[in-house]
């Protein structure tokens, strides 16, 4: 059953959530379709940013847009997106997505318990993506080849992995409520060390680790704990192992992220 349930993980990593390319699968099944629906998708994307955007900055807006897949788990840095152009004006196109829902920031946060919000730097973060399936598009990644020849490529893919996890725990956010994600991230040159996600659940801190099907360290993760551990009652480990905890680390296959999402981890 873990097996199956980590091959419709999979599979939704390769299609996504779009109700389009959903339907098309279904009726179908075919993934060279499905890809080609994830294109139609991504171009009107791009063709809808004069709707929200201003003219001049349209092409910042564009730039952006297709920066934010291949940057995926990475503290965002707007040299990264292009590096002769200002960064000002790569942070206004990035907010105007941000707003539009097709982007979400999730900002570095201290971990001194709650709420998390209150301890963000704003200048650092990373950007996740509105759907997992449209950022393989975005990346040129063939559907029936990832499908065929990389099975596991979710598991070996630390970044598409991380978006998955984040998109899953965005996608439970109330509708009167503002989507927040957080992360922690300590940058001395002799001591860095990085939890890929925070999140608050009953009145505590859960940092969340993403790992890959042969990641096994967690060394940031016990790290946040030795220092935090007034503020944390259960840390996640997520990835493709099965059910298991060890001292405060819950680990969860991928296909159970909605009981971190749902709050109903107790």
Not at 207 to 235: D, W
């Amino acid at each position: 059953v873990h097996e199956m349930l980590l091959k419709d993980v999979r599979l939704y990593t390769l299609l996504g959530g779009m109700p389009e390319v959903i339907r098309t699968h279904v009726e179908g099944g075919d993934l060279n379709d499905c890809q080609a629906v994830q294109q139609r998708l991504a171009v009107n994307y791009r063709e809808d940013f004069h709707k929200y955007a201003p003219k001049v900055r349209i092409d910042d807006v564009r730039q952006v847009f297709a920066s934010i897949p291949r940057l995926l788990g990475q503290k965002f840095k707007y040299s990264h997106v292009d590096p002769h152009s200002k960064s000002r004006e790569l942070a206004q196109a990035l907010n105007l997505l941000v707003k539009a829902g097709l982007a979400y920031k999730a900002c570095h946060s201290s971990g001194n318990g709650l709420p998390l919000g209150a301890q963000i730097k704003p200048e650092k973060f990373k950007v996740f993506f509105v759907d997992v399936g449209l950022c393989l598009r975005i990346l040129g990644l063939g559907l029936s080849q990832l499908n065929q020849e990389q099975p596991d490529f979710l598991s070996n893919r630390g970044a598409v992995a991380e978006q998955f996890v984040a998109q899953e725990l965005l996608s439970y956010t109330p509708q009167n409520e503002t989507p927040e994600l957080y992360y922690w991230h300590r940058e001395e040159p002799s001591a860095q060390a990085e939890v890929d996600l925070l999140i608050e659940q009953d009145g505590s801190v859960v940092p969340i680790e993403v790992k890959s099907q042969k990641g096994t360290s967690m060394k940031s993760l016990y790290q946040f704990l030795s220092e935090k551990k007034q503020f944390v009652r259960t840390a996640l480990r997520v990835s493709s192992h099965p059910y298991g905890i060890t001292d405060k680390i819950l680990s969860l296959p991928q296909y159970a992220v909605c009981l971190a999402a749902r709050n109903t981890l107790s």
